[in-house]
């Protein structure tokens, strides 16, 4: 039976628009298309040209300082177009599929054999394109030996697609992959307590987490089950990708379909869509999009998501897509002054806020509204109530902003990523970007050390 950890601080915010737990129909993209951006600590180097066919697994780019790490075509084609910004700055790279699906003839891996071995296989089939490193929060090095790897099954922010719906098919997959990653590092997963799909896992420490989000985040889990000293890596890769490298182990072919939720207020029917890794977004929310509406399309969910536009390209490592209104269309009568029972609210400001039962009962509605201006952070604790690491968060938030490496050190900046921060965000009446100044944060920290 699985250890249960019980975190008791974190926020339930229940928003209008979760996906029924159902597959719509979206047709196949002719193009698919990379943004080295989402790739987060690498500098790409194109391996493949314009006009130069490929094949499912052929390599498209590599980080120019460490060629081990790969992105490869997730379809077969012909590379279309390498576009480029100010100073030759790589924006994307599009592939037009040519339907066949043609996979590229890659070397044989014995997955049983050394470590060495199976970090090549992996790093050949482009699969090192979704492992994350902390310290940074950063791609991950595959020369480098992790003390642990770390896989949260599970997502409990807003709106966030139900993984256990999503990989109660995938058990056979998820496990052949857990298999071999066990031989590289020991593996932690966290689940939550619906995951009756992993029942029987073996070949990983199983924790079960209950809690309001940011429950469900890896640094979160990390921090709880075996937090990262100074000097130690750790790997950090999503459930579905876990799920694509276990097609590749026990198949040997390459199947870089995943599940999308398509979520939000704004979405006519909120569904999920199999669909291939690096489809436009447009495949997806063109048709089920609310019209003359102001929307916003969100990569990820609405408090750690990136702002994208129907002409991007799918993230390879998000599962959800939130459609929300802009709200520059809404013009209130004395704003927060209003006694409202339709808006939430942490603090009480508003009357649904008052009643922790009508929150937790009750799906709001939301925009993309900060109502109001960033002032002087304050050391009220707010940030201690939706924070359940056991990290100081204000004190750290403080130290990067002096950009004091010892203190940020001694406060926990290793175990932390931006998104950890997304809560706290959420809550800060200061309206401070507190994800931006960790990323900054380690960035610096990075920069230094390395």
Excluded at 30 to 44: C, H, Q, S
Excluded at 184 to 208: F, H, M, R, S
Excluded at 255 to 275: C, Q, R
Excluded at 293 to 314: C, H, K, M, Y
Aim: proline share 5%.
């Amino acid at each position: 039976m699985a250890k249960v950890i019980k975190t008791k601080r974190g926020i339930d915010i229940r928003m209008i628009g979760a996906a029924a737990k159902e597959y719509g129909q979206v047709s196949q993209a002719k193009f698919i298309g990379f943004n080295p951006d989402d790739f987060y600590g690498m500098t790409p180097k194109p391996i493949a040209k314009v006009g130069d066919k490929v094949e499912i697994g052929s390599v498209l780019f590599v980080d120019k300082k460490n060629p081990s790490f790969k992105v490869v075509s997730p379809v077969s084609g012909v590379v279309s177009a390498i576009n480029r910004g100010e100073r030759r700055k790589i924006l994307d790279i599009v592939v037009e599929n040519d339907n066949q699906a043609t996979q590229a003839s890659l070397p044989a891996v014995n997955w049983a054999g050394s470590v060495e071995e199976i970090k090549a296989g992996l790093s050949d089939a482009g699969m090192f394109a979704f492992f994350k490193q902390r310290p940074y929060d950063v791609v991950a090095n595959p020369t480098d030996s992790p003390r642990a790897i770390f896989i949260s099954a599970f997502d409990n922010a807003p709106l966030a697609p139900d993984m256990n719906f999503i990989l109660s098919q995938e058990t056979a997959n998820f496990q052949a992959a857990i298999n071999v990653l066990a031989k590289i590092a020991p593996v932690y997963v966290g689940v939550d307590k619906n995951a009756t799909w992993a029942n029987g896992l073996q070949g990983a420490e199983v924790t079960c987490f209950e809690g309001d989000y940011p429950a469900s985040n890896v640094g979160v889990q990390i921090n709880k089950v075996a937090p990262i000293n100074r000097g130690e890596i750790v790997w950090t890769v999503t459930p579905q990708e876990v799920v694509i490298m276990g097609r590749y182990i026990l198949k040997g072919k390459l199947d870089f379909s995943k599940t999308v939720a398509l979520v939000g207020e704004n979405v006519v029917k909120p569904t999920y869509y199999k669909v291939v890794m690096g489809s436009p977004v447009s495949a997806l929310v063109r048709a089920n999009i609310s019209q003359g509406v102001a929307s916003r399309i969100i990569a990820g969910n609405p408090l750690s998501g990136t702002q994208i536009f129907d002409q991007s390209w799918l993230n390879p490592l998000v599962s959800q897509v939130t459609v929300l209104p802009e709200g520059d269309d809404v013009h209130e009568m004395l704003g927060w002054i209003m006694p409202r029972f339709k808006m939430f609210s942490v603090s009480g400001s508003f009357l649904s806020g008052m009643c922790s039962c009508l929150r937790k009962r009750k799906n709001f509605h939301f925009d993309t509204r900060v109502l109001g201006g960033e002032r002087h952070m304050i050391m009220s604790g707010e940030y201690d109530k939706v924070f359940p690491m056991d990290i100081y968060p204000e004190f750290l938030i403080k130290a990067i902003i002096a950009g004091d490496i010892e203190k940020m050190e001694a406060l926990g900046i290793y175990e932390v990523a931006p998104e950890d921060f997304a809560a706290a965000e959420f809550v800060c009446s200061s309206k401070v970007e507190l994800q931006k100044i960790v990323r900054k944060g380690l960035d610096l920290l990075r920069k230094e050390m390395c």
